[in-house]
């Protein structure tokens, strides 16, 4: 690619390459619910969640992007002057006015790189999927300048104290984004449908935590699902009566339904949430009755008014059961991140489709597979879309190359993370809030988590300035199980010694 211009259209707009940031730290759900005296299996079981990440005060959200493009631009070769767009997905804000975008303008401007379009997109756990759509229509349209754009999302999802905190989580991705891709973005095939509501909100500025009515969000992630799938099908069916020429459809002349995905993936905050998801597109299909469904199921709901039945929860139990099959198929393979890093609200689909990516033995069988997506942030604002792996051919980014990159991330979630107590945690969350607004501010937990290559807080001045630096380390050994019961004895000491020094 170069930066003269192109005089063609782009095609098979799509992810090239991709880098994950797995936080050092968690703790597991199920000695969770023994620390908060609940019944075993409520979260482990009743949400579907078996570990949480956890930030130390080293990591903020600038930290995390900074060193998930950091390794993008390394891993992939990819130069700073050859990325002309850079779009940032969050909801963790740490400035009113000034973006993450332009504090990751450092990777760039040390390259004599300040021609970098974007800024950040913030609602919710959507901003990811604005951020990607607006990557993607740039190099479709006229502005396109030939080079890459890159996508950075991540948030540090955190709850106060009490049967909301195991719904966090923690984690970042960057994605570089251009045109003949392994994983293509299928063009017109995208649903939207967006509403005022308060379901989930953070209008306090001064603390850490959102206002949540769980119940609602549940029964809006319905709707949008029911409204979104409904227009998806009708798109995708005319996309492909349109551009049956084309290779991006893999469509047959029948309707479009679950059977027609590879795989089925949502925002996931947590398992529970994403199967409760597909059994409502199912009903979907059943209500409409879908061929792939014996006659003699969907003749029971054919005539039910799906609108009414939102808050039906001995129906849901019962589209649970039926699509069990399909969940574990289609779904189930793209859970593995969010089960074992909890929520990551604006990347949180993007680790379904990772999951799901390295789910598969090796990446033929992926190919002219089609994969359907739904994106959703409370407030709120959702879209479903469908995204195509093929074979590239002479082309530096490949479908096992993205596979290998996802491969590494899996790794370091399996092998290299430290376990750390419930109780260390709380105590974590309880500094992480008495230092929110604090200034000057330099971090002082453990920096042995860090691995070399990290980026990480430095330091904030009195004028809330920030300062990050670089990890370099000589001593970048494997972690191993010895290292959890390492970090805990760190991290007790270290609040113990604040304890008695009274810096606390």
């Known amino acids: 690619m170069n930066g003269a211009g192109y005089l063609h259209r782009p095609s098979s707009v799509g992810i090239l390459a991709c880098e994950l940031y797995i936080p050092p730290l968690y703790v597991e759900q199920s000695k969770l619910e023994v620390h908060e005296n609940i019944s075993k299996g409520k979260y482990t079981i009743g949400l579907g969640q078996q570990r949480m990440s956890i930030c130390s005060d080293h990591e903020d959200i600038c930290s995390l992007c900074l060193t998930v493009l950091s390794r993008l631009l390394d891993e992939t070769g990819v130069h700073p002057q050859q990325i002309g767009r850079l779009d940032v997905g969050t909801e963790t804000l740490i400035d009113k006015a000034k973006s993450i975008k332009t504090v990751l303008m450092q990777l760039f401007v040390d390259h004599d790189n300040t021609a970098v379009e974007g800024v950040d997109n913030v609602n919710a756990c959507y901003g990811g999927t604005a951020a990607i759509f607006n990557a993607i229509h ?3 349209s006229s502005f396109w300048d030939g ?4 996508v950075v999302m991540g948030d540090i999802a955190v709850y ?3 049967n909301a905190r195991p719904t966090g989580g923690a984690g970042a991705c960057a994605l570089l984004i251009g045109p003949n891709a392994p994983v293509v973005f299928e063009s017109g095939c995208r649903a939207t449908y967006m509403a005022h509501v308060y379901d989930f909100y953070k209008p306090n500025l001064n603390s850490l935590y959102p206002v949540v009515d769980g119940q609602l969000t549940v029964q809006c992630v319905i709707s949008a699902l029911d ?3 409904t227009q998806f099908c009708t798109k995708s069916q005319m996309n492909h009566e349109s551009h049956s020429h084309t290779h ?3 469509l047959t002349s029948r309707e479009v339904n679950l059977s027609t995905f590879a795989a089925v993936l949502f925002h996931t905050p947590y398992v529970k949430l994403a199967q409760k998801s597909l059994a409502r597109l199912y009903l979907n299909d059943l209500i409409r009755a879908c061929p792939y469904i014996p006659s003699a199921i969907s003749e029971k709901y054919k005539n039910l008014d799906i609108r009414t039945l939102i808050n039906d929860k001995e129906l849901e139990r019962e589209m649970i059961e039926q699509s069990k099959e399909l969940y574990e198929q289609k779904t189930l393979p793209g859970v593995y991140f969010a089960q074992n890093m909890g929520n990551m609200y604006t990347s949180s689909v993007y680790y379904s489709l990772f999951s799901f990516l390295i789910s598969q033995p090796n990446e033929e069988q992926l190919y002219g597979r089609r994969i359907l997506l739904f994106s959703y942030g409370s407030g709120l604002a959702s879209s479903m879309y469908s995204v195509v792996c093929r ?3 002479e082309c530096r980014f490949t479908l096992a190359q993205l596979q290998r990159s996802i491969q590494r991330a899996r790794e ?3 092998n290299e993370r430290m376990e750390i107590s419930p109780e260390i945690m709380d105590k974590i969350f309880l500094e992480r809030e008495a230092n929110q607004h604090k200034v000057p501010f330099v971090p002082k937990q453990p920096m042995e988590i860090l691995k070399s290559g990290d980026i990480y807080l430095k330091s904030i001045d009195k ?12 001593d970048n050994s494997e972690r191993d199980a010895d290292n959890s019961n390492d970090v805990q004895q760190l991290y007790t000491d270290y609040f113990q010694n604040r304890q008695t020094s009274g810096d606390v």
């Open 138 to 140: 740039w190099i479709e």
């Open 147 to 150: 080079r890459y754009a890159v």
């Open 160 to 162: 106060p104290k009490g």
């Open 227 to 229: 409204t979104c799938y």
């Open 248 to 250: 991006t459809s893999t």
């Open 391 to 393: 074979k590239v051919h």
């Open 412 to 414: 370091r979630l399996d």
């Open 463 to 474: 004028n809330y300035r920030r300062s990050y630096d670089k990890l370099i380390s000589n």
